[in-house]
């Protein structure tokens, strides 16, 4: 038993410390009042006149380098106002400061009494920017900076802030007039704004500063989890080499707080999942792990269980799913989606399924509060019943190395067009076989192969080709003869198997030597035949056609396991399986039958001939050897085989014997036929059949009385046209005599005649 989502999760839990080295969100604003002196009041967001004023009142922003500060438009491009000058009021304005410096405080990791104090108001033209630096304490107890970003559109100036080699990129631009961006950081971290390129950036800076005793916080430092985090990925990453690796693909670490769509981001994870995400994220880099955050999405469905509070506590007014409770679950699906990596970036990767031991830690799922659940009554035949749904942000982690093995759990709906793609890119690229790309192919193809789905439960009867021939078609082309013959081995001789595979698999073992081809297509045939008769007997006949004449009796051991699969021989499937099978025979696969055998071994098709021949039951002559024989002589290539010959001769011998039957339309309106019941009606029905002068016969009877009528006529085929009479009640069934046996016959005897010439000429 793998120890990996335990120990993560034990490791993960030491991280007690919430925060982070920065703080990023969004908050509401309601109306602020901003007034500049020399401006007055300034409209949020803020107006392209009022920026020109903003600027010519402010100044220069410096920076400070040692003791000195400068101004230097090669390091900062900034426009300043400072603190005496700017007043930021409104009914609303001071509870929204302080709960952007509480979410910047509990993002940080500090508790106890944290204020902001207004440092000054800077505006960023285009062409604004501020190199990378660390900002100089400018009271007691402050520990870090906060920016808020008033309502103004612009483009470009995102904030860069890094730490112990981590960086994030905060983007605190925000069209909506009724939101502020906000981002906080340690002072000690190096940051810088990129520059803006269009519009102007208007931001308000803050100290946050800290009162009471102790030390100034400072931004966590979680080197020596995320050491031993590094060592645990490592581990699992190298366990993945062994072949009896039973550790998940990969892990996923449900995050505590719920997200909106806007906050989905590395950037705005809160506290402890900050903290966590923190460390997985220089973890995962340093053991080559990918990282991502997504999405989990479960939903279950099952019977919901009477609850029996109605009327009782609980009002009449309760709801009616109030009634029920959640019982059993019978389904659960869990996928994720909506993938986020760590720079910010999103991936293409669509819904990928988790498997229940990828949890950290592996009871993570059991206590979850689902967001929606909705019950059905009972109805007629089907109990009451359940429906929820969760949805949790996830940090989700796989080695580098198995993106592929991840894909492949997604199943062949992702892995087969993914693959396609790949072969694609690899041949516009030239085509090498050394090439990385082919190494990418033949890796994701290894990895299907090894998730294929074994059992299908039935054989596949349609014709067209399936998942199976797409993946032998791409083997195909990246010429990867080993994979061909595992995935032939493997899959196909499993059972896994069509007819409308063989295009593929015939164009597949071309590529291998002969010998090896031969020796595929005994496997296949083996394991198969049995289900797949027809299948099978196609592709003896095309691969002995395709076949040089030299290596032809290379098919000699797939020739005996088709002719020992032969319906109606020793080999049958037994009884409980008898409903799996298709069609037992059918004329085109006796035809690929005596094709191939014939090719391969003349002896062996005399053999199935005789086979043939003494199980009439199964071969029928007109709706199984006629045609098939048919088929052989007009195809003018089998006349010569004597299989074929002796068959010939059998359908011969049975068309002659029919055709010198005496035909003749009936002399007078005696019909014969034999009906299945002798009831009142059936009697009278019989009289009428034998009686040679009638014609017509009218039963006006009850509706169940006629229909058992008819019923009967149509079970004896007896030669009657039957209506309906709708004049007076009950109706009556009119049945009048044709000549329809005898027309049966006389096309029969057409057919006959022209299969006669056809056959006997
Ligand atoms: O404009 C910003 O977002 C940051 C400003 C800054 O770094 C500073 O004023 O020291
Ligand atoms: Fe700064």
Redesign the pocket.
Known sequence: MTTIPADLAALLATIRRPGDFFAAGTSELLAPLLEVEGVGPVALPLLPAQAEQLAAVAEP?PYGRGAETLIDPAVRR?RQVGPDRVRISGRHWVRTLETIVARAAEGLGVDGPVSAEF??L?L?EEGGF?LG?R?TEKTPGMFA?L?A?LPSSFVG?E?VVRHKGREVRLD?RGDDPAEVAF?AFYADCV?E?LPVTKGC?L?L?YNLVRHGRGRAPVPPDYAAEQARVTALLQRWKRGKRHRDDDTPEKLVYLLEHAYTPAEFGFAMLKGADAAAAGVLTEAAREAQCDLHLALLTVEESGAAEYAGNYGSRRGRWDSEEDDFEAGEVFDRSMTLSDWRRPDGGTTTLGGIPVEAEEFVPPDACDELEPDEEHFREATGNEGASFERTYRRAALVLWPSDRLFAVLSQAGLRVTLPYLDDLVRRWAEDGGDRQSLLWREAHDLAGHMLAQWPRRVGYPRSDETPGDAARMLDLLTRLADTELIERFLAEITAAGVYGKGDNTAIVAAIGSLPPPRAAALVERIVAGTAATSFGACADLLARTAAALDQQHVSGLAGAAIRLAEALPGGRDRVAPDEFWQRGPEVSPTAVVDLLTGLGAIDRALAERAVDHILARPKTYDLDAILVPAVRTMIGSGRMQGASSVQRLRAACVAHLRLRAAEPLAPPADWRRAATLPCRCKNCTELARFLADPERQTWILKAAEADRSHVEDSIRRAQADLDLTTDRRGRPYSLVCTKNQESYERRARQRTQDLKDLALLAG
């Open positions: 922003a900034c440092y000054k800077l960023y501020f630096h900002d900076t920016v970003a100036g904030l605190l981002a940051h704004v950036r931001i800076v």
